[in-house]
């Protein structure tokens, strides 16, 4: 079991941490010894996210921007922990892969995408000497293709092999650095609170274990990754989403084979 310190002298910086996973993943990293940088594009509700935690800091960041890039890893110096778990699943006009306008999948592919590269290229700098780990945020959308969310999914499924090209580059360099990433499926987050309750309820009877995944459950794997107690898991993207992916094809009802 990992001790409930098992952070304690390290430093890690967390994106999207203003709320949802990177809020929850932040909190338990600081929880278990970490000094946390809690960074999202809204610095102020960082702050207010970090409420209560004395070892950590807000940071405003626009995953976007090389320049804020570089003035992040001037402030923050050496770091152990990476999450990239800034991203965004739609904009003002979410559409199919026949109608997304080029303009939306532009804005997705800049945060999920290029946001988690530049956050990987600066943890591979910050992290030369000490080593470290990067969790990404993939998602199940990267997995299974979606009707109405194609430029999310396909940013994700980026996401998954980007993590493995980062853990490849990084060993090929000879740096101690690991990067893995984690697909959740459907989770309790500001991004799904507007969702219909039909819609909603049509989810559930598809996951198996009949419910929304929870930001902390998440974040809990995501430690898990990030810490020394993972040492031996490099490249790989965890399933955490209650069943989903594993679903039967066919109903229980096997009489017919008889």
């Known amino acids: 079991m990992p001790d409930a310190r098992d952070f304690a002298a390290k430093v890690a ?10 809020a929850a993943t932040a909190r338990l990293l600081a929880a278990r010894g970490a000094r946390v940088w809690f960074a999202d594009l809204d610095g102020d509700a960082c702050d207010a996210a970090r ?10 960041l626009d995953v976007r921007d090389p320049a804020a890039w570089h003035a992040t890893e001037a402030r923050i110096g050496a770091i152990h922990v990476l999450v990239n778990a800034a991203g965004i699943s739609r904009t003002a006009n979410p559409a199919g892969i026949a109608e997304v306008v080029l303009d939306d999948w532009r804005a997705i592919f800049a945060v999920n995408v290029e946001g988690t590269l530049l956050g990987c290229q600066t ?11 990067i969790v990404n945020l993939a998602s199940t959308a990267g997995i299974a293709p979606s009707a109405a969310l194609g430029a999310y999914g396909a940013s994700k499924a980026a996401v998954a092999q980007m993590t493995r090209s980062v853990a490849t580059a990084c060993a090929a360099q000879g740096l101690a650095i ?3 990433a984690v697909q959740p499926g459907m989770v309790e ?17 598809q996951i198996p274990a009949h419910r929304f995944g929870r930001a902390e459950e998440i974040a809990q794997a995501i430690c898990f990754l990030a810490s020394d107690a993972a040492g031996y898991i490099n490249g790989e993207a965890l399933l955490i989403d209650g069943g989903l992916m594993n679903r039967a094809v066919i109903g229980s009802d096997t009489a017919w084979l008889d």
């Open 51 to 60: 409420t209560g935690i004395a070892a950590s800091e807000a940071l405003a």
């Open 13 to 22: 910086l967390v994106t999207g941490a203003a709320s949802g996973i990177g």
């Open 189 to 205: 987050t500001p991004m799904t609170h507007g969702m219909p309750a039909d819609y909603r309820r049509a989810w559930e009877a």
């Open 123 to 133: 943890a591979m700098r910050l992290m030369a000497d000490s080593g470290g780990a």
């Open 178 to 180: 690991r990067c893995n």
